[in-house]
């Protein structure tokens, strides 16, 4: 079945330092890899999403990339701000046009940002 | 729009109980999802629709029922409720995919302790 692992549980980074979770799945057949962020108390939400098409995607201080044949995909956050503490979760799926599918979730990552 | 409204907030249960925690979004989405959260653990499926009429089990469904009998509603039901269900559950929607948007919407959550 479907399976996420996510490196590391936590992670601890002085404010302007770059942040990076990694994630490995095992379904070679998933293509779709979203990356969610969950404040303290509160739900979580979407920050970045990449299909298997494509290799990188960036949004302002936010990144991803996916390496198909090594099957992991990466969170990179630059400049990081204490506002970016939050528990980061990966996930992992399979999308078609006209379809959905369920989501397979990593087990969170806690980042801290110092001052 | 309200998006996706859980409710009870917060739930306490003694072993045994039954209830039905409460799902509705008003996107006229057509997939729906029921997560809970353990620490350290993420995010695990329980069941989803993919419409109304139709549900699938998830990862974690033992001791959980659900039912899809309109496209807004997708109530997740415990039938005699344990210590081990003690959790924060989420409900989650997204649209079938056309536009290329899989985001997922959550709900606030469900805190429900079991005693």
């Known amino acids: 079945g479907e399976n996420v692992e996510q490196h590391p549980s936590t992670l601890s980074v002085q404010e302007g330092d770059s942040a990076v979770i990694k994630c490995t799945y095992s379904?070679?057949?998933?293509?779709?890899f979203p990356w969610y962020k969950q404040e303290l108390g509160k739900r979580p939400q979407l920050i970045i999403d990449i299909r298997s098409n494509v290799g990188e995607k960036k949004d302002q201080r936010i990144a991803v990339t996916l390496n198909k044949t090594a099957k992991h995909f990466s969170l990179h956050i630059t400049e990081t701000q204490p506002e970016d503490s939050a528990v980061y979760f990966c996930a992992e799926g399979r999308i078609y046009t006209g379809t959905a599918s369920k989501l397979t979730f990593g087990t969170g990552t806690r980042l801290q940002v110092t001052l | 729009n309200a998006g996706v409204t859980q409710t009870p907030k917060f739930q306490v249960l003694k072993t045994g109980q039954s209830m039905t925690l409460q799902c509705a979004q008003d996107?006229?989405?057509?997939?729906m999802s029921w997560y809970r959260q353990d620490p350290g653990m993420g995010l695990r499926l329980i069941h989803y629709s993919v419409g109304a009429g139709i549900t699938d089990q998830g990862e974690v469904p033992n001791g959980y029922n659900v039912s899809r009998s309109t496209t807004e509603d997708f109530p997740l039901r415990l039938l005699s409720a344990a210590p081990s269900q003690t959790s924060v559950y989420f409900c989650?929607?997204?649209?079938?995919?056309?536009?290329?948007?899989?985001?997922?919407?959550f709900g606030s959550g469900t805190r429900l302790t079991v005693v």
């Open positions: 996107m006229n989405h057509e997939y």
């Open positions: 989650a929607s997204r649209p079938l995919d056309r536009f290329g948007n899989y985001g997922y919407t």
């Open positions: 379904d070679s057949a998933s293509n779709y």
